[in-house]
């Protein structure tokens, strides 16, 4: 089951975390995985990582330049599957946000995101199928405490979700999106390190409980499910968003 043998899926941010999680096991279930990130070297390492177990091709492009990225989609052509992953976090409210913190969460979260959409969505077109996945968050569906610009851009990841799925319909192209809580990744690690230096497993601990199932996710379990929305075994799934938030959303009291 959920083999995406012959199929071709392109990732952004899959040099790292959620990234690199889904990548890995798309290139073990037999895609060929073109991953988009701005940093050639990580996506070096996950295409090391990834080896003889599949195929995988890095292309180092800025997704926040509309210009670079349609000149790598049109690159790889045949397209069946987008996985939207690249973003970047803030932490603020709207009065400790500044302008350019803000614009710099836009334009990589939002923009990216449109920019990857704009160019894949001809190519599948053209083909009469596809499959896009958004990464959104939590963040889109409830109130974060000082995540103002980083909210802002999950809630209009969503948004984009809706809307695409809707307007495809007739083209056979599907899109939902994943809206993770907390995830260890080595951004959670640098964070901590950076601001709470000597306290990090305390303030592990406090994150990890946040989620009421008492820990973070893995990102593992995000490609997982995002293994599965991918594959032909959710051909009748579009138009959703799925929280993968250890019971964050509903069974926060």
Do not use: W
Not at 72 to 100: M, P, Q, R
Not at 126 to 138: D, E, F, P, Y
Request: proline share 3%; charged share 20%; aromatic share 8%.
């Amino acid at each position: 089951m959920y083999s995406l043998e012959g199929k071709s899926a392109v990732i952004t941010g899959g040099g790292s975390g959620i990234g690199k999680a889904i990548a890995t096991l798309f290139a073990k279930q037999g895609a060929t995985v073109h991953i988009i990130e701005l940093n050639e070297d990580a996506a070096g390492i996950t295409i090391a990582e990834i080896g003889d177990a599949g195929v995988a091709v890095g292309h180092s492009c800025n997704v926040a330049v509309q210009e670079q990225v349609l000149e790598v989609f049109n690159k790889i052509g045949d397209i069946d599957i987008l996985v939207n992953n690249a973003g970047i976090a803030h932490v603020g409210t709207v009065e400790t946000t500044s302008e350019e913190d803000f614009t710099r969460v836009f334009d990589v979260n939002v923009r990216g995101a449109y920019n990857c959409l704009h160019a894949a969505i001809p190519l599948m077109k053209q083909r009469g199928k596809g499959v896009i996945l958004n990464i959104a968050s939590i963040a889109a569906l409830v109130g974060i405490t000082d995540r103002f610009a980083y909210s802002m851009s999950k809630g209009a990841i969503y948004a984009m979700t809706l809307s695409v799925a809707r307007d495809y319909l007739a083209h056979n192209i599907r899109c939902n999106s994943i809206s993770p809580a907390r995830v260890h990744t080595p951004f959670v690690d640098g964070f901590i390190a950076k601001n709470y230096p000597g306290k990090e497993s305390e303030i592990f601990e406090k994150l990890s409980k946040s989620q009421p199932i008492g820990r973070m996710g893995e990102p593992a379990e995000v490609a997982n499910l995002a293994l599965f929305l991918c594959a032909d075994e959710a051909s009748f799934i579009t138009g959703n968003d799925y929280p993968l938030d250890g019971g964050f959303v509903k069974l926060n009291n």
